[in-house]
């Protein structure tokens, strides 16, 4: 079993900055691969960016190519997204997960992932 708490969320302007944080339980976080997602009100659950366990590859959706980094601490068990250049549009509830396997033709899909945080509430104002 996998604990992930995320933390971060906020109201931010448009073209400001966040850096979200997802803290996972259990020594074995080195060995999972990662992913965020968000959703909007109304809306599905999508993929924004995922890391493999070592952070050799990276993955990002195409809206949020060049503005979002993620990566990893394994030492703290923590893997953060780094928001810049927010806009209106990148509002929603975010949420970090765990892959037991990641590729490019499946990191985006919800079924990749085992366990889920509760999410954390990123709000862009214009």
């Known amino acids: 079993q996998v604990q992930l708490v995320e933390s971060g969320g906020g109201l931010v302007q448009a073209g400001g900055s966040l850096r979200l944080s997802c803290a996972a339980s259990?020594?074995?976080?080195?060995?999972?691969?990662m992913g965020w997602f968000r959703q909007a009100p109304g809306k599905e659950r999508d993929f924004v960016a995922g890391?493999?366990?070592?952070?050799?590859?990276?993955y990002y959706a195409d809206s949020v190519k060049g503005r979002f980094t993620i990566s990893r601490d394994n030492a703290k068990n923590t893997v953060y997204l780094q928001m810049n250049s927010l806009k209106p549009e990148d509002t929603a509830v975010y949420f970090c997960?765990?892959?037991?396997?990641?590729?490019?033709?499946?990191?985006?899909?919800?079924?990749?992932?085992?366990?889920w945080g509760q999410g954390t509430q990123v709000t862009v104002s214009s």
């Open positions: 259990g020594r074995t976080f080195s060995t999972y691969n």
């Open positions: 997960a765990t892959a037991s396997v990641m590729t490019r033709t499946i990191v985006n899909r919800i079924s990749s992932y085992n366990y």
């Open positions: 890391i493999t366990w070592n952070a050799g590859n990276t």
